[in-house]
């Protein structure tokens, strides 16, 4: 290593100290306070966190597995944290009227970092059994469910955000789906970030897909203010033995936000899981998904894509682990970067050495439409096991001049057919909802966001 480098290094690593001095005293000073107003549920793992956190620190591009995603800059803003729970001035019900139309979702919000009340008709319908709370509230009435899982795949990561989340998380959501209950409804969530001033906002969501259940997850991500929000959210999802379970995040925040994303997902034998993770406009954006294939006969679909330009920062991170045999799981994911956005994908396909009959793909496709655009691809495979069938591929590239051409020669215009390749690019990730009303709303969202537009969602007072 030359010096230069070494230079540079420590020079980071005393600025990326100094970031994290204020939190640790922070912490040290109102502990007290964080707990009080917390998730009892949390507390007690809370110092644990907290001691990891001052070990690890937050993750600089030196950390291997956030060499794509520089979170310096975003981390150096003086953000304000709501340790105290003190109320926002909105009433989501009020300002905010996403409701895809046939969706017809049970409708929750998390303001920031807080489960927000909900008085929804539609949600008095929920099925027996069913619970949908805050993690603070579903820790006092259900703390034998919850301290059951409650940060069982957190703990495990080696990771310095998941650790500042444990210490700094209060609250959240929590989602429970009893055995053999099918949900007739996806449920959404609404993740609203307001502030008057620069806001961080770390929360906790647990849920519980017991054996034989299905149930539909929407996570949509907003913004309202026109401040700096950083959101650290962690997400820990139980799937039971022949359980079904769909996961939608949709993001479109302003391009003044860094939301870092965790998604814990542990699979029992003969369980279905779908995740979609789809990017339409945002700032800083890095997505961590861990998937854990714990039983025989599971089935793992995982894909998502991003549209950004700008200055866009767009980076998914991904482990899908095969502990047991006989089992099979598909990785895709897309990103169409222009202007000076920059995307990075790191996949890992992980084959433990008892898992035989293993079958494993994944595949990143990406399309630059400018030279000043970047993308950086990582497929990894580790596979300790011989009787398998495992894939892996990347590729980067431009629009394909032979369809242009053939287009144009049909007297389609050149802004147009530039639009349907995009769309036709990115067609097969859509085509992974099983949700199809929210599959015709996301179509005509990619549509209008590769024809210049922001994919704000209708009959949003904000977002309009």
Excluded: W
């Amino acid at each position: 290593m030359t010096k230069n480098k070494t230079d540079v290094q420590v020079r980071e690593k005393k600025e990326t100290v100094l970031f994290e001095q204020q939190y640790i005293e922070l912490y040290e000073q109102y502990t007290d306070t964080i707990c009080s107003h917390s998730a009892t549920a949390l507390n007690a793992g809370r110092d644990k966190a907290f001691k990891k956190f001052r070990e690890l620190g937050f993750p600089t591009p030196q950390v291997e597995n956030y060499k794509y995603t520089d979170l310096r800059e975003p981390l150096s803003v003086d953000y304000g944290l709501n340790i105290k729970r003190v109320n926002f001035p909105i009433n989501p019900y009020d300002v905010f009227k996403c409701d895809v139309p046939g969706i017809s979702a049970y409708l929750y919000f998390v303001v920031n970092d807080a489960f927000y009340p909900t008085n929804y008709e539609r949600n008095k319908s929920l099925p027996e059994g069913v619970i949908v709370t805050s993690l603070r509230q579903a820790s006092e009435e259900h703390s034998e469910l919850v301290e059951k899982h409650i940060s069982k795949l957190a703990d495990k990561q080696n990771d310095g955000l998941v650790a500042f989340n444990g210490a700094f998380a209060q609250d959240g959501f929590f989602i429970y789906v009893p055995k053999n209950v099918i949900l007739d409804r996806p449920i959404q969530i609404i993740n609203i970030m307001r502030s008057d001033v620069d806001f961080m906002a770390n929360s906790r969501n647990l849920v519980v897909v017991e054996q034989g259940a299905k149930a539909q997850m929407l996570v949509c991500d907003h913004t309202v203010d026109d401040v700096r929000f950083f959101s650290n959210r962690v997400t820990e999802v139980f799937v039971g033995e022949n359980a079904f379970y769909e996961h939608y995040k949709l993001e479109s925040v302003s391009r003044e936000t860094t939301d870092v994303s965790t998604l814990l997902i542990k699979q029992e034998q003969n369980s279905n899981v779908l995740g979609n993770l789809l990017t339409l406009h945002n700032g800083v954006s890095r997505n961590n998904v861990e998937i854990a294939l714990d039983g025989e006969n599971c089935e793992t679909h995982l894909c998502g894509m991003a549209l950004s330009d700008g200055k866009q920062v767009v980076d998914n991170f991904t482990s899908i682990l095969h502990n047991k045999p006989n089992s099979h799981s598909n990785e895709l994911f897309k990103y169409i970067l222009d202007d000076e956005a920059k995307g990075g994908f790191t996949g890992r396909l992980y084959v433990e050495k008892d898992a035989q009959k293993t079958l494993a793909y994944q595949n990143n496709k990406n399309i630059l439409l400018k030279r000043t655009a970047k993308m950086r691809t990582r497929p990894q495979l580790e596979i300790f096991a011989d009787d398998v069938k495992c894939s892996h591929g990347a590729t980067i590239g431009q629009l394909d001049e032979k369809a242009m051409f053939y287009m144009r020669q049909r007297g389609i215009p050149e802004k147009e057919a530039r639009m349907l390749l995009m769309f036709a690019f990115a067609a097969d990730v859509i085509e992974f909802i099983r949700i199809d009303a929210l599959k015709d709303r996301i179509k005509k969202m990619v549509e209008k966001r590769l024809r210049g537009g922001h994919s704000k969602c209708d009959g949003c007072s904000f977002c309009s």
